[in-house]
């Protein structure tokens, strides 16, 4: 339960996804200690067409195919100077061009040199909730 309340948590749905995060010295919910972050991943299924997106702070800031296991590993390494978190979203290929089901997430990495993190404002759920009403 203290991963899952630390934030330590991936969704997958049938791919059969494996990652890790900088060599595994880091979980996802986790504060970066360096600015490039280094995910390694691939999935079980060889059967369907996966590809991974990568949102930074709540923009795509790329979309990469993503390896079956039998094929390796599909490497990414960004640059988390520019970004106050990083989450990571799988998708599995339709047949039309702009299908795009989703089938998992990572849970984000966090940059703890920006302001939200270091020194925030809000407290609970229930204040941020309030922002959005005002």
């Not at 997106?53 to 195919?65: M, N, Q, S, T």
């Not at 703890?112 to 941020?128: C, D, M, R, V």
Request: hydrophobic share 40%.
């Amino acid at each position: 339960m203290a991963g899952l309340r630390a934030g330590q948590v991936y969704v997958e749905r049938g791919c059969g996804l494996a990652f890790e995060i900088n060599q595994g010295d880091m979980l996802p919910g986790q504060a970066i200690t360096s600015p490039m972050v280094t995910y390694r991943l691939s999935v079980e299924d060889e059967f369907h067409d996966y590809f991974v997106e990568l949102i930074a702070d709540g923009k795509v800031i790329g979309r990469h195919p993503l390896k079956a296991h039998c094929d390796g590993v599909t490497e990414l390494n960004i640059d988390m100077t520019e970004h106050a978190w990083l989450r990571l979203d799988i998708r599995r290929a339709g047949r039309q061009q702009n299908e795009r089901e989703f089938i998992g997430l990572i849970n984000p990495v966090f940059n703890p040199a920006f302001p939200q993190f270091s020194k925030p404002t809000l407290a609970t759920w229930g204040e941020l909730v309030d922002t959005l009403s005002t």
